[in-house]
């Protein structure tokens, strides 16, 4: 099962704006991280937040999270058209798993 | 720094066939996961090694999958016999320490077309 969900589902923007995809979980984690996927190429890792992390800034990325209500967000500032792309957040949890369990993925689309 | 290797890129089966996934993880790291990732949807752990161990099967489906990780390097992925749902992008990916949750490095995959 999935642990992450993200929302929305697909997002269409203009090439400047900002794009946010949120991502809501379930149990209790030791971090989250957002990765992007192009079309036909594999996922690539973007950013990683731990549990007593609030907010974490790489580039043009911002990442919150909010451990009480057990969800995150990711920010892109000013897209371009390179940023469409899948994006998927992963949370890795607390307890002996050990394995990161991804979410659905938001599919991003940034018009030029 | 050289990444994680997959071949084949594409193979497409009958469905009753086998196949067989080969991936070569970034030098060092001890953690080799195995993904399924079908169309629309997030990446799904099948299998995790530590080295030549198995840390998590859970999620395979061991009537037909099977993977092996021998040496602790290289690891391989099988199915035997093909379904139509197992039509899918299968990923490799490796990271340095499993029990730091740390940043996992993806494979470009193999797209499984069952027919």
């Known amino acids: 099962s999935q642990q992450g969900e993200e929302d929305p589902q697909a997002l269409s923007i203009q090439e400047g704006e900002n794009a946010t995809m949120n991502c809501s979980y379930k149990?209790?984690?030791?971090?989250l991280q957002w990765y992007r996927q192009n079309s036909g190429r594999g996922l690539v890792h973007l950013i990683l937040i731990r549990s007593n992390e609030r907010e974490k800034h790489s580039g043009r990325l911002r990442v919150t999270l909010d451990t009480s209500k057990k969800s995150s967000s990711l920010l892109i500032t000013a897209s371009r058209a390179a940023d469409t792309a899948s994006y998927f957040c992963a949370t890795y949890r607390m307890d002996s798993s050990y394995k990161l369990i991804f979410g659905s993925g938001t599919r991003l689309l940034v018009r030029p | 720094e050289a990444g994680v290797a997959q071949s084949p890129r594409y193979k497409i089966i009958e469905k009753r066939q086998s196949v067989a996934f080969w991936c070569n993880p970034i030098s060092g790291h001890a953690t080799l996961y195995w993904y399924q990732q079908i169309l629309g949807q997030g990446p799904k752990l099948l299998i995790q090694f530590q080295n030549n161990g198995v840390v998590d099967d859970s999620q395979l489906p061991k009537d037909r999958f099977s993977a092996e990780r021998l040496k602790g390097v290289d690891s391989t992925l099988k199915i035997q016999p093909a379904k139509l749902e197992d039509s899918a992008v299968y990923l490799c990916?490796?990271?340095?320490?499993?029990?730091?949750?740390?940043?996992?490095?993806f494979g470009p995959g193999t797209r499984l077309t069952v027919l």
């Open positions: 990916a490796s990271s340095s320490r499993l029990t730091q949750g740390n940043e996992q490095f």
């Open positions: 149990t209790s984690i030791n971090n």
